[in-house]
């Protein structure tokens, strides 16, 4: 089984300042890793993945995230946030079936001009 | 494409009674997924469907069902609806790769 901790519910930052969202995973086997956005009354979309390879991925709206393995982290960072990026923002797991996503709890994102 | 469709956008049922809620995914995705999200609870995995089979089910009680069309199209309903159901209950549609992709979701209230 996986569990997923995101360590700070609340983050927040002024604007056009770097930002870090904190995730530790637990898993017995390997993983896949996600993150996702979920803005206010809408569903969650996909912000980026690790499944293979580099251990630094990028995804959208200047999102990136660093895998590291012997830390079992996933933190997402951004270098310059934007009022636009006030969100909640989940890290989640599955195994390598992919069939069933475990999440965090979520961290809020506040961006304060 | 058109991305992850759910329908009704938003409900309000009473205790006791059923609701069915309806998720059309990505063309081409065969694999459906439901999670409900509360305050309290987070984001919580129901069960996953490929090609009209359920491959996983979560820790819900059985009042929780679902299932999937040949066209994919799935269907989750809720019977004996509890106040604790009140949730936002999310679809989420994959096909060849790891990732999944979400729809807007159906916000269920119960009273």
Not at chain 1, 24 to 45: A, K, T
């Amino acid at each position: 089984a996986q569990s997923v901790t995101q360590l700070d519910s609340q983050v927040p930052v002024f604007e056009e300042a770097p930002v870090e969202l904190r995730c530790n995973y637990s898993s017995s086997v390997s993983v896949y890793l996600f993150w996702y956005v979920q803005y206010p009354n809408q569903g969650l979309q996909l912000l980026l993945k690790y499944l293979s390879g580099s251990t630094l991925v990028k995804g959208i709206n200047g999102f990136e995230a660093e895998f590291n393995k012997s830390q079992t982290s996933f933190h997402l960072r951004k270098p310059s946030v934007h009022i636009s990026d006030t969100a909640e923002y989940f890290c989640a797991v599955s195994d390598l079936r992919a069939q069933k996503l475990v999440f965090g709890q979520g961290t809020r994102l506040t961006i304060n001009p | 494409k058109a991305g992850v469709t759910q329908t009704p956008r938003y409900l309000i049922k009473t205790r006791g009674q059923q609701v069915t809620l309806s998720c059309s995914p990505i063309s081409g995705h065969r694999s459906v997924s439901w999670y409900q999200q509360t305050p309290g609870q987070g984001l919580q995995f129901l069960f996953e469907y490929f090609s009209e089979t359920q491959r996983n089910k979560g820790n819900f009680p059985g009042r929780f069902s679902g299932r999937q069309f040949s066209n994919s199209r799935s269907e989750m309903n809720v019977s004996t609806l509890e106040l604790g159901d009140s949730a936002l209950y999310l679809c989420a549609s994959s096909g060849e790769g790891a990732e999944q992709y979400f729809g807007p979701g159906t916000r269920l209230t119960v009273t």
